[in-house]
C-alpha cells in the first residue's frame, strides 16, 4: 500500500486544526508545475531546500565561533537542523501543517553571509547607500533569484506560502523586508512558529556553545532568574557543571520553553477561536507566544548572552577579524569586478556591481571566504 499526492492531501485535510494552511490549498508557484506523483506541494519545497547549494554550504558558515574554532561547535547547519526539530514539534502539537513549518525553518538562515552577525553587519555597512544588507531578505533572494537550478526559471520555484513564511520571518534582531506581500497580514501559524523555533534554538543552544567554550562560568549564571529555576527543578546543586550536566540543562531549558509556548499559544488559539489560516494572519498580533513571565526570562537570558558571550573578548576578536576578511573582499571586487566569476559578472548591469560583489560574498563558506582573501592579498599564495 502506498500514499499518493492526493492521499497525502486527504491526510492533511483529515488531521490538521482548520487553521493550517493545506497543500490542496496552496496558491501556487510562480511558474506552473505539475506536482509529484507522491509528495504534496510543501513537501516539494522542503526537498528543494534541502538539495539547493545554499543549504550546503551553511555546514561550514558561522552561528557564533567560526569554523576553525572547533569541531563541536554549532554552525548554521546545525543550528537550521535543531530550528526544523523543533519547529516541527511545535507544528505537531498545535494542528499545523509540518511539511510548511519545516521548509521554512530550513529556509531562515540560507541567505547569512559568512562569520554570522559580524559578516551581516560589515555587508549592511558597506552597503548603506545600495540599499543595505538584511539576511533574510536576502534568504528570500535566494529561493527566487539567487539559486540556478533548472533551465526554465531563477531560483527554486517554491509556493507562494513558504516564500512569504521565508520573507515574513522575524525575530527581535532580524526584521524581514516583506517584499511584494502584504505587509497588513502576520506569518501564517507555521511561519510564526519558525520565528518561535529559530528564537528559543539560539538561546538554548548558544548558551550550550558558551558553556562548552568557557566563555561563561556558573557564577555568571547564578544571577540569572531562569537558570535558578532550572537548578531548583533538577534539584542540581553542583559546584562544578560536567558535560552531562550540561546537556541536562540545556535539555531542560529547551523542554521549558516549548512547554510554555505550546501552552501559551494553546489558550490563545482557543481566545481566538480561528477557523481559517486568514483569520491568524489577519489578527493584530502573534498568536505563538511565550507567557509574560517566560517572556521576561528569555529576554533576560538574551542580554545575558550579549553581554557575556557574544560580546566576550575572544568572540569579539573573531568578529573583527572577520569584518576585515569581508570588507578588504567587498572593496577589491568593487574596484575590479572582473575578479567575479563570469556568471556574477553578467548580473551587474541589472543588479548594480555592489549588490553583485555583496551576493557572491554572502555565498561564501567562512573557508572560502578565508581562501580568497589570502588569494587576493597574501603576495606568496598563487590568484
Same mark, same amino acid.
Given at each position: ?188 501559524? /507555521?511561519?510564526?512558529? %519558525? ?5 528559543? !534554538? @539560539? +538561546?538554548?543552544?548558544?548558551? $550550550?556553545?558558551?558553556? &562548552? ?71 493584530? /498580533?502573534?498568536?505563538? %507566544? ?5 517572556? !521576561? @526570562? +528569555?529576554?533576560?537570558?538574551? $542580554?545575558?548572552?550579549? &553581554? ?76
Amino acid at each position: 500500500m502506498f500514499a499518493n499526492r492526493e492521499k497525502l492531501e486527504v491526510i492533511e485535510l483529515e488531521t490538521l486544526a482548520p487553521y493550517a494552511l493545506f497543500s490542496r490549498h496552496s496558491r501556487g508557484r510562480f511558474h506552473r508545475e505539475n506536482e509529484p506523483q507522491y509528495r504534496t506541494a510543501f513537501q516539494r519545497d522542503r526537498d528543494r531546500i534541502v538539495h539547493s547549494a545554499a543549504f550546503r554550504r551553511l555546514e561550514y558558515k558561522t552561528q557564533v565561533f567560526v569554523n576553525d574554532a572547533g569541531d563541536y561547535y554549532r554552525t548554521r547547519l546545525t543550528h537550521t537542523l535543531e530550528v526544523a526539530q523543533i519547529g516541527r514539534t511545535l507544528a505537531r502539537a498545535l494542528g499545523a501543517n509540518e511539511e510548511l513549518t519545516e521548509a521554512i525553518c530550513l529556509a531562515h538562515d540560507l541567505g547569512h553571509p559568512p562569520f554570522g552577525h559580524a559578516g551581516e553587519h560589515v555587508l549592511n555597512k558597506l552597503l548603506s547607500d545600495y540599499g543595505g544588507f538584511n539576511h533574510n531578505h536576502q534568504s528570500y533572494r535566494v529561493v527566487t533569484e539567487l539559486e540556478m537550478r533548472y533551465p526554465q526559471w531563477r531560483g527554486l520555484n517554491l509556493t507562494y506560502e513558504t516564500l512569504e513564511g521565508i520573507a515574513k520571518h522575524e525575530t527581535e534582531y532580524d526584521l524581514s523586508e516583506v517584499t511584494t506581500f502584504d505587509v497588513a497580514l502576520r506569518g501564517s501559524l /507555521e511561519a510564526q512558529i %519558525a520565528n518561535v523555533a529559530d528564537e528559543l !534554538a @539560539y +538561546n538554548a543552544h548558544d548558551l $550550550d556553545d558558551g558553556l &562548552q567554550a568557557n566563555l561563561i562560568t556558573l557564577g555568571q549564571l547564578e544571577t540569572l532568574e531562569i537558570w535558578r529555576k532550572l537548578c531548583d527543578q533538577l534539584g542540581w546543586r553542583g559546584k562544578e557543571l560536567s558535560e552531562v550536566d550540561r546537556h541536562l540543562f540545556v535539555r531542560e531549558l529547551v523542554g521549558m520553553m516549548v512547554n510554555d509556548v505550546l501552552h501559551t499559544t494553546a489558550q490563545r488559539l482557543a481566545a481566538l477561536a480561528p477557523q481559517r489560516a486568514y483569520d491568524i494572519q489577519a489578527h493584530t /498580533e502573534n498568536v505563538v %507566544a511565550y507567557s509574560p513571565e517566560q517572556a !521576561a @526570562y +528569555n529576554r533576560a537570558l538574551k $542580554d545575558f548572552l550579549y &553581554q557575556n558571550m557574544y560580546y566576550h573578548f575572544r568572540v569579539v576578536r573573531m568578529s573583527q577579524r572577520a569584518e576585515r576578511f569581508i570588507e578588504g573582499l567587498f572593496m577589491s571586487y568593487t574596484r575590479e569586478p572582473r575578479q567575479l566569476p563570469q556568471h556574477y559578472q553578467a548580473q551587474i548591469e541589472h543588479e548594480g556591481v555592489h549588490r553583485v560583489v555583496a551576493d557572491y560574498i554572502a555565498s561564501m563558506t567562512d573557508r572560502s571566504a578565508l581562501l580568497e582573501y589570502q588569494h587576493l592579498f597574501d603576495p606568496m599564495t598563487r590568484p
